[in-house]
């Protein structure tokens, strides 16, 4: 890639054992192979989400585009790929949803307008204040604020958005489309697939619930209709509208997913809100977009397809351990003669793994009887689990191997 291919995103390389991650084990993937990426095309990719602490203008496109649970019972509507509704509570019927009850290749398609009619009021912004930090001298640096945008998929108040939208925020604040602002929390995230689920917690009506369409009957060509909140609350529900450009698109550092391309105009600030098709269903999540000179109309969404499956575990709190780390390679085990696993940076006070016994400097080997080499691992394992279980952990501190015990909590 001839110029500079940015994420905003975090990654380690097979040098560093330094890459921070959150309390609750956010995934880090390795980008040791950085300098084997694959020469597309010539453009800055960035996330966008508007970020007012940056320092860089609103008009700048190099912005970011910016636990098992029994008491969870939200009322979720998600039309699946025979267009029928299913309830992630099959006994629980939502009072307001956009979804049709007749989801069929015949729908009528719908106008412009319509379909901003439709979905706007179930989009939102989502407004984030992070934390302060001390620059380099110590010095105290305000916290940073930030404004995604957000889709209102439960009645109950769950919002879909992008994890690089909520990431290392203390406050979250939801701006409706009347401008009715409300607060929320974070519930869960996917880190890998960069989604997360936000809920509302003032007792507030929800104006719509978006109806989730179906990624995988899209066909290059057909209406793409955008609607987010670009540059920030001023420009609230901006509607922009284009086509699908392509479909199954590759960005370096997300193999994992396909992205969507369209030509629908996205900003910063359009981070987490939805792609709609001609129906005013949503089929992705306006995520990323390329910029540089002579570049235009080049926004990529994540496939709805592709997040439906997780809808249902992300609704269930994270349950949380209380630690900051890092993964040990295999490369960085060789070159620091430590065992591959989880290195920890920090331990939380008053955490599990404060009660456990964990310790700064300790690599987590071993965590209900498996061997973990990845944050992924780690959580995999334990969202298996309930708040309360207890988990045997195995680590190694001071080339001694020692087994404590961790009580998971929310």
């Known amino acids: 890639m001839d110029q500079n291919h940015e994420i905003i995103n975090n990654s380690i390389t097979s040098q560093e054992i330094s890459q921070e991650i959150s309390h609750d ?150 701006i409706f489309n009347n401008g009715k602002e409300a607060n929320a929390k974070l519930i869960n995230y996917d880190e890998n697939y960069d989604i997360a689920v936000i809920k509302v917690t003032d007792n507030v009506k929800m104006p719509a619930v978006a109806e989730f369409g179906d990624s995988d009957k899209l066909q290059v060509g057909e209406t793409a209709v955008a609607i987010g909140n670009p540059l920030g609350k001023e420009l609230l529900g901006s509607v922009t509208a284009g086509v699908i450009s392509a479909l199954n698109r590759s960005i370096d550092n997300k193999k994992n997913i396909k992205f969507i391309q369209t030509d629908a105009a996205i900003n910063p600030g359009n981070s987490g809100g939805p792609l709609v098709n001609s129906h005013g269903q949503v089929i992705g999540i306006n995520t990323e977009k390329s910029v540089g000179n002579g570049i235009e109309g080049l926004g990529f969404a994540i496939p709805i397809n592709q997040i439906k499956p997780k809808i249902e575990n992300l609704i269930k709190p994270r349950l949380m351990i209380g630690i900051r780390g890092r993964e040990v390679t295999k490369e960085l085990s060789e070159t620091y003669n430590i065992p591959v696993g989880i290195y920890v940076q920090e331990v939380e006070e008053f955490s599990p793994a404060e009660r456990a016994g964990l310790q700064p400097g300790d690599i987590i080997v071993n965590f209900d009887g498996k061997n973990v080499k990845t944050f992924d691992d780690l959580n995999k394992l334990k969202q298996k689990h309930k708040a309360g279980d207890v988990i045997n952990v195995t680590i190694v501190r001071y080339e001694k191997t020692m087994s404590l015990k961790l009580r998971l909590t929310p």
Request: with cysteine; glycine share 8%.
């Open 25 to 174: 084990f956010k995934e880090v993937k390795s980008n040791s192979k950085k300098s084997k990426r694959k020469k597309i095309l010539s453009y800055v990719l960035v996330a966008i989400f508007c970020s007012t602490f940056s320092g860089i203008g609103a008009s700048i496109a190099t912005m970011k585009l910016a636990k098992n649970s029994n008491t969870i019972n939200p009322k979720t509507v998600i039309a699946n790929s025979t267009g029928n509704k299913s309830l992630l509570n099959s006994n629980v019927k939502p009072k307001n949803t956009l979804l049709s009850s007749n989801i069929d290749e015949n729908l009528r398609k719908l106008t412009i307008p319509e379909i901003a009619k439709k979905v706007g009021p179930a989009v939102v912004g989502v407004s984030t204040k992070g934390f302060p930090r001390a620059d380099v001298w110590g010095f105290q640096i305000p916290a940073s604020e930030g404004m995604g945008s957000g889709i209102i998929f439960s009645e109950d108040g769950y919002i879909l958005t992008n994890y690089h939208v909520v990431d290392n925020t203390q406050k979250i604040k939801v």
